[in-house]
Nanobody
Framework: QVQLVESGGGLVQAGGSLRLSCAASGNIFSVHVMGWYRQDPGKQRELVAAISRVGSTNYADSVKGRFTISRDNAKNTVYLQMNSLKPEDTAVYYC?????????????????WGQGTQVTVSS
């Protein structure tokens, strides 16, 4: 079992920046891919970005060029730097961990979830 603890959410004006962090503990050797999902009320959970243990990344089209995912394997921590934020980025952001890229692409196959952190972007 892997435990994920997020931090860094908050309220920001459009055009601003936020940095989310997610620290993993527990059976971290099973975690090869980590990522960030987001969810608005009434909508499906959406994969925002993912990163493998060796650093290969994947982004949703809606955040390409604005968000950057990174990972510090020594600290078992993944980060999401969010720049040029838009009101439509408002959501609860969840950290996710999975054994493979194919697993993290589908919410039902994600192995572990964080508790979620609210990001609100005002216009």
């Amino acid at each position: 079992q892997v435990q994920l603890v997020e931090s860094g959410g908050g309220l920001v004006q459009a055009g601003g920046s936020l940095r989310l962090s997610c620290a993993a503990s527990g059976n971290i050797f099973s975690v090869h891919v980590m990522g960030w999902y987001r969810q608005d009320p009434g909508k499906q959970r959406e994969l925002v970005a993912a990163i493998s243990r060796v650093g290969s990344t994947n982004y949703a089209d809606s955040v390409k060029g604005r968000f950057t995912i990174s990972r510090d394997n020594a600290k078992n921590t993944v980060y999401l730097q969010m720049n040029s934020l838009k009101p439509e980025d408002t959501a609860v952001y969840y950290c996710a961990a999975a054994p493979s890229y194919s697993s993290i692409m589908a919410p039902v196959r994600v192995a572990s979830w964080g508790q979620g952190t609210q990001v609100t972007v005002s216009s």
